[in-house]
C-alpha cells in the first residue's frame, strides 16, 4: 500500500509550509511595519505640503501636484500592504488543506 508513503510525503509538505510559513510571517510582519510607517509618514507629508504651499503662497495647480504625488504613492503602499495579507492567508489554507489529507 502507498498509505505510509503518502502520509510521510504530506507530512513533510506540512513541515516545510510550517517552516516557510514561520519565515514569511516575519517578513511580512516586518514589511508591514515599514508599510505602515510609511503611510504614516506619508499623511503627515500631505498635510506639510498642503501647509508649505499655503505659507509660500504656491499656486493651487502646483499644491495639487505634489498633493496627487504624494496620494498615489499613498495608494500604492496600501495595495502592497493588502497584497502581503492576502498572501499569508493562501499559506495557511494550503497547510489547513494538507492537513485535511493526512
Not at 72 to 78: L, V, Y
Not at 89 to 94: P, Q
Amino acid at each position: 500500500s502507498d498509505e505510509p508513503l503518502r502520509r510521510d510525503v504530506l507530512h513533510y509538505i506540512y513541515e516545510q509550509t510550517s517552516n516557510v510559513h514561520q519565515h514569511s510571517e516575519e517578513c511580512t510582519a516586518a514589511i508591514m511595519q515599514c508599510l505602515t510607517q510609511l503611510l504614516n509618514a506619508l499623511e503627515i507629508g500631505m498635510h506639510a505640503v498642503t501647509r508649505y504651499c499655503s505659507d509660500n503662497e504656491m499656486s493651487a495647480a502646483e499644491e495639487a501636484h505634489l498633493v496627487e504625488n504624494l496620494s498615489e504613492t499613498k495608494s500604492s503602499a496600501r495595495f502592497i500592504q493588502q497584497r502581503y495579507e492576502q498572501d499569508g492567508n493562501e499559506l495557511d489554507s494550503i497547510q489547513t488543506y494538507s492537513m485535511l489529507l493526512t
